[in-house]
């Protein structure tokens, strides 16, 4: 997981994005033949009700999901999983023979956990094993720091756009353990889904995307939107998009401080509008660079308090980006950025921003 130490607010992109990776994809339906729940993947949480929060099961036209057995909390802990394996996101090392290879060193277990993955983007007539791993890696593998992992408990969750995901993932390099936390209150019976890609942008284009990495017609709630739904979404989805290039480039100081956090305030109510939750914590933390850049201390205490909020909510209360941003709630001269900029009066997040 990234954080927002000593950097000024980049251009957005989700951290958890899989296309971040520089190996290509493709769909994640397929070869599912054997139903096995991999519980020994999962390690709920010690806050977690005793109950397990959901199952796999076989989806109609999807292969496997994951299922809630019960109703689930916004900001429960869904899983924690350490990878099968790793390997560098570039590599001089043929990616064929390198999957072969740390894959042949997990366990009996692992293995067969990694052989229940589905895959796409290989040619039927393809079978030769070292191919097929590497396609079943290409399909299911995340961004793991500066590495690519694979995580067979994860990567059977399916994906939703915009409003429809309501689990996200996230890596703690600490602790070398992937995150899943659920962005929503989930219901029981409902599946869990998180997204592979920014879906920030219209349906035309995140359909397309899907569909060339993946191989699915995305079916999520947000893409069966009737047209003037549908409509109405992909504006909103676009402006976000521009509200986020607009105001990282306060950065490069191309408008102030009250610009940027209007635009960030912006973001914040399309996104209510939308119904999108994730990255807000990354969100209200940018702001808190800027109101510390500007030395608005109450606007630090309020952004920071909104940060650790949402970031609770996706990372996890004990994850070391909350407790940075407690801090600054804390103590908002201890920011990295404090008076690094003309001092000047920002603003705090919109009264309804919760
Ligand atoms: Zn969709």
Same mark, same amino acid.
């Given at each position: 997981?990234?954080?927002?130490?000593?950097?000024?607010?980049?251009?957005?992109?989700?951290?958890?994005?899989?296309?971040?990776?520089? &190996?290509?994809?493709?769909?994640?339906?397929?070869?599912?033949?054997?139903?096995?729940?991999?519980?020994?993947?999962?390690?709920? /949480?010690?806050?977690?009700?005793?109950?397990?929060?959901?199952?796999?099961?076989?989806?109609?036209?999807?292969?496997?999901?994951?299922?809630?057995?019960?109703?689930?909390?916004? /900001?429960?802990?869904?899983?924690?999983?350490?990878?099968?394996?790793?390997?560098?996101?570039?590599?001089?090392?043929?990616?064929?023979?390198?999957?072969?290879?740390?894959?042949?060193?997990?366990?009996?277990?692992?293995?067969?956990?990694?052989?229940?993955?589905?895959?796409?983007?290989?040619?039927?007539?393809?079978?030769?094993?070292? #191919?097929?791993?590497?396609?079943?890696?290409?399909?299911?593998?995340? =961004?793991?720091?500066?590495?690519?992992?694979? &995580?067979?408990?994860?990567?059977?969750?399916? #994906?939703?756009?915009?409003?429809?995901?309501?689990?996200?993932?996230?890596?703690?390099?600490?602790?070398?353990?992937?995150?899943? +936390?659920?962005?929503?209150?989930?219901?029981?019976?409902?599946?869990?889904?998180?997204?592979?890609?920014?879906?920030?942008?219209?349906?035309?284009?995140?359909?397309? &995307?899907?569909?060339? +990495?993946?191989?699915?017609?995305?079916?999520?709630?947000?893409?069966?939107?009737?047209?003037? /739904?549908?409509?109405?979404?992909?504006?909103?989805?676009?402006?976000?998009?521009?509200?986020?290039?607009?105001?990282?480039?306060?950065?490069?100081?191309?408008?102030?401080?009250?610009?940027?956090?209007?635009?960030?305030?912006?973001?914040?109510?399309?996104?209510?509008?939308? /119904?999108?939750?994730?990255?807000?914590?990354?969100?209200?933390?940018?702001?808190?660079?800027?109101?510390?850049? #500007?030395?608005? &201390?109450?606007?630090?205490?309020?952004?920071?308090?909104?940060?650790?909020?949402?970031?609770?909510?996706?990372?996890?209360?004990?994850?070391?980006?909350?407790?940075?941003?407690?801090?600054?709630?804390?103590?908002?001269? =201890? +920011?990295?950025?404090?008076?690094?900029?003309?001092?000047?009066?920002?603003?705090?997040?919109?009264?309804?921003?919760?």
């Amino acid at each position: 997981m990234t954080s927002t130490k000593r950097k000024p607010p980049p251009p957005k992109k989700p951290p958890q994005a899989r296309d971040a990776l520089r &190996f290509s994809f493709g769909l994640r339906l397929g070869l599912a033949f054997v139903v096995a729940v991999v519980a020994y993947l999962f390690t709920n /949480g010690a806050n977690a009700p005793n109950r397990p929060a959901f199952e796999v099961v076989r989806i109609p036209g999807k292969g496997k999901g994951l299922i809630a057995q019960r109703d689930i909390q916004q /900001g429960e802990l869904l899983i924690r999983e350490k990878p099968l394996f790793r390997v560098p996101s570039s590599t001089t090392e043929s990616p064929q023979q390198l999957v072969w290879k740390l894959l042949q060193a997990t366990s009996a277990e692992g293995q067969a956990a990694f052989w229940d993955l589905s895959y796409v983007n290989l040619p039927e007539t393809v079978t030769q094993r070292d #191919h097929v791993a590497l396609a079943i890696f290409e399909t299911n593998a995340v =961004a793991a720091g500066q590495q690519v992992g694979i &995580f067979p408990g994860m990567a059977r969750l399916n #994906h939703g756009c915009s409003s429809a995901f309501n689990a996200v993932y996230t890596w703690r390099e600490s602790e070398q353990m992937l995150y899943v +936390h659920a962005l929503r209150n989930i219901s029981k019976g409902q599946e869990l889904l998180t997204t592979y890609t920014d879906t920030k942008r219209p349906r035309n284009e995140r359909r397309a &995307f899907l569909s060339s +990495h993946y191989g699915f017609e995305c079916t999520c709630a947000v893409c069966s939107l009737d047209n003037a /739904g549908s409509l109405a979404s992909d504006r909103r989805l676009t402006s976000i998009s521009e509200f986020y290039r607009y105001f990282a480039t306060w950065g490069n100081g191309d408008i102030t401080g009250v610009e940027a956090i209007e635009a960030i305030n912006n973001i914040w109510k399309l996104e209510e509008e939308e /119904g999108y939750w994730s990255e807000r914590g990354r969100l209200a933390a940018d702001a808190v660079w800027i109101a510390a850049a #500007h030395s608005d &201390f109450s606007a630090v205490r309020s952004w920071a308090r909104l940060a650790a909020k949402w970031y609770t909510i996706e990372l996890g209360g004990d994850s070391e980006t909350v407790l940075e941003v407690v801090r600054f709630a804390a103590n908002p001269k =201890a +920011h990295t950025a404090w008076n690094s900029r003309e001092p000047l009066p920002v603003g705090g997040p919109w009264p309804s921003a919760g």
